[in-house]
């Protein structure tokens, strides 16, 4: 099954790459691997999940932010690959949660990233991961995610 078939079953739809906030590009290839940018929990243009996890933000609510996030990467991605079939594998996710100091709770909230690739590219979307808390993050998100992808 293509990849943009198995989006289509799980009624996901990729959007635009969102524009950057400040002086970077959302993607660059070197080689056959692709550093995606940081990306924000954004829907239409809007920052949909904004505080602290802990605080504002409770662990689902983190978990649906990550999950636009990963959404988010695979727009960027398309801004250099737009064919989402020559990724060969999902190699790293960092996933950066803006929480309160004793929460323990970011690998939970990072798992909305994490399960999303792992549902969309199969064995090809299990990774390696670090699951950051922050003290703050661009525009007061709740997540931030960024991957490195190889493709063919």
Known sequence: MSIEARLLELGI??????????????AVRTGNLIFVSGQLPM???ELKFKGILG??????????????CAINCLAAIKTIEPDLNRIKRIVKVTGFVNSVPESGDQPKVVNG???????????????????????????NAAV????????E
């Open 13 to 26: 739809t990729i959007p635009q790459a969102t524009k950057p906030v400040a002086a970077y590009v959302p």
């Open 43 to 45: 829907v239409a243009g």
């Open 55 to 68: 605080r504002d933000v409770d662990v689902a609510e983190g978990y649906e932010a990550a999950r636009i």
């Open 144 to 151: 931030e995610v960024e991957m490195i992808v190889e493709v």
């Open 113 to 139: 990233a994490s399960e999303l690739l792992q549902s969309i590219f199969g064995d090809r979307g299990i990774h390696a991961r670090a699951a950051i808390g922050m003290s703050g993050l661009p525009l």
